[in-house]
């Protein structure tokens, strides 16, 4: 099957070149175990996913990234993978990922999947084998070292070194102490990689999203880490992220393998800069389409990292955006756009107000900056429904490993209060992201016939996609403009992004700028009408409102604009 599938791009006719056609794509994440339950165990799955692609269809997006579908013990909820051949039986079969594969790309969808090889689950059979002893054939497939080297915690909490006593030897695990990390040195464990790619590729897949990509080059000498963020420990990136070789490595994976085949690739990157991303994506260097970068993630943080109560400053997150829209356009790179994803608190919580009055309207606004801007976008499942944070009272009610970690530590050893703990928890746990999708009004939000794995948000019973579909104003029919427009304008794929009035801690004010033609985008981050006056620079004589969250926005644009609270405003001139 590898020959037909490398002879379908030789061929050329059947699919068109993604790799060239990446501009006015937009991609729509799904979280396979929250998505839609269909077999009735609480659990979503890929049937689930397969009943609902009219609606994405309708959506309008081009691409779907699946969120990982492979065996798994569900450490970490599918990042700990025992076998990358497999589905994880409670999501369904092979046969099942084929007809789904099948049914999306009838409906002009394309699949990309999550690729997660900086680390396997310690139940996969390489690492069962690796931790019997130091001269088996998989002894050197992971990271062993006869002491704990260095200072290095796991990000999801204690030692990233964790003793093994067959092997009386320690492995090194930059997540859980499920998750080893792979030892890329060694040339077998990227042909094993190389193998799992062509595997699925020659399935017909469109591509890849690659976890925690810029980890995988792990710098020989181990050096000790900073201790940041009041943590108990040193980071692990000092060590891994954009490691001595890692670009030789994707290069290599790219020759191998990527190359071979139509797909679109994009890296998680943390701790990646937009001059470190320039060498992932430069076109040139033959590495990835993209990456995912964390630097407007990073702008709510603390002395105590992630976990919070700080609300992002609107100055500091348009200068982080502008160097990256900057350097993509300058290096030939590529952006990705997005503002949460299942590791995320939900949008419209963090970015904008989720209060009964501004959820709907911040929710298009932050649709809006985003989607007018140059790169990829991705839309995070519930995002194109404002779904807002969880609302979890106890700790119970969390069920992802980096939440209940950070309740033990805050508590425990950093000693606040469980009620502060739970407030910061509920700003920013990835289980946010990871409620049910509310599809309708019946019990369980028409996700399963059955108790879900994490609790519904009670607000489904308003805030759900049958409501969404029977109202021409909601946040839905918006996104699905938003995602036209990228397919009607190429001045949204093309256009030079200019940012306007940079010291303004209110508005969100750029330009697209092409040769003929260009765009003014206008955004209010705040819940007050603010009289704007757009810089005077900016001249339209002819032009005409594309899209707008208020129903009685100038048609025609003016330097002077009244801008109500959360309003945005897309205006083209020519
Ligand atoms: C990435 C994933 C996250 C996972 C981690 C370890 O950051 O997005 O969900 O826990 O990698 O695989």
């Known amino acids: 099957t590898e020959r037909k599938t490398a002879d379908r791009k030789d061929s050329g006719k059947e699919e068109q070149k993604m790799e060239l056609n990446l501009g006015d794509k937009v991609v729509y994440q799904i979280y396979p175990k929250s998505f839609r339950d269909s077999d009735g165990d609480g659990i979503g799955d890929l049937n689930g996913i397969r009943k609902k692609i009219p609606y994405l269809a309708k959506l309008g997006v081009d691409v779907l990234w699946l969120n990982p579908i492979y065996a798994s013990p569900q450490v970490d909820n599918g990042y700990d993978i025992s076998n990358y051949r497999e589905i994880e039986p409670t999501f369904g079969t092979m046969e099942d990922f084929g007809n789904l594969l099948a049914e999306a790309h009838e409906a002009g969808l394309k699949i990309i999947l999550d690729l997660v090889v900086n680390h396997t689950s310690d139940q996969h059979p390489w690492f069962q084998e690796s931790r019997k002893s130091k001269d088996n054939p998989y002894s050197d497939y992971y990271i062993w070292k006869d002491e704990v080297i260095n200072n290095w915690g796991s990000s999801f909490g204690g030692s990233a070194w964790e003793y093994a006593e067959e092997r009386a030897q320690y492995y090194l695990h930059c997540f859980a102490k499920e998750q080893p990390d792979l030892n890329w040195e060694n040339p077998k464990v990227r042909q094993e990689v190389y193998d799992i790619l062509r595997f699925w590729l020659d399935k017909g897949i469109d591509g890849f999203r690659m976890d925690v990509i810029s980890l995988l080059s792990k710098d020989q000498s181990f050096p000790d880490g900073p201790v940041i963020q009041n943590k108990a420990y040193g980071s692990y990136y000092a060590g891994c992220a954009n490691g001595p070789r890692v670009h030789e490595f994707l290069q290599e994976m790219n020759r191998e393998v990527l190359s071979k085949y139509d797909i679109m690739t994009v890296g998680e990157t943390p701790h990646t800069n937009a001059d470190e991303a320039a060498l992932y994506t430069d076109e040139s260097r033959k590495e990835l389409n993209m990456v995912f970068h964390f630097d407007h993630m990073h702008l709510d943080y603390d002395e105590n990292g992630k976990y919070a109560t700080n609300r992002v400053p609107l100055v500091a997150l ?257």
């Open 318 to 574: 348009k200068k982080v955006m502008t160097q990256w829209q900057d350097k993509m356009h300058e290096c030939n790179g590529w952006n990705s756009l997005y503002w949460c994803n299942h590791d995320q608190a939900r949008a419209v919580t963090r970015f904008g107000n989720d209060s009964e009055e501004y959820r709907e309207i911040s929710a298009k606004m932050l649709g809006t900056c985003l989607h007018m801007m140059q790169g990829t976008p991705y839309i995070y499942e519930g995002e194109e429904l404002g779904m807002t944070n969880a609302d979890f009272t106890k700790i119970e009610e969390y069920k992802d490993v980096e939440a209940l970690d950070i309740f033990k530590d805050f508590t425990e050893r950093k000693g606040f209060s469980k009620e502060d703990t739970l407030h910061l928890l509920h700003l920013k746990s990835r289980d946010n992201a990871r409620t049910p999708m509310q599809w309708d009004a019946s019990e369980n939000a028409g996700f399963s016939e059955a108790q879900p794995w994490i609790r519904v948000n009670a607000n489904y019973k308003r805030i759900n996609t049958e409501n969404a579909l029977a109202d021409s104003d909601s946040v839905f029919y918006y996104y699905q403009k938003l995602i036209a427009l990228r397919h009607e304008l190429p001045i949204i794929t093309d256009g030079v992004y200019e940012l306007l009035d940079a010291e303004n801690e209110k508005i969100y004010a750029y330009l697209r700028k092409g040769e003929k033609e260009s765009l003014i985008v206008l955004c209010n981050f705040t819940d007050e009408t603010v009289e704007y006056e757009v810089d005077e620079s900016v001249k339209a004589e002819r032009s005409k409102l594309v899209i707008s969250n208020y129903k009685d926005a100038p048609e025609k644009f003016a330097s002077k604009i009244t801008m109500k609270p959360y309003g945005a405003y897309v205006y083209y001139t020519k």
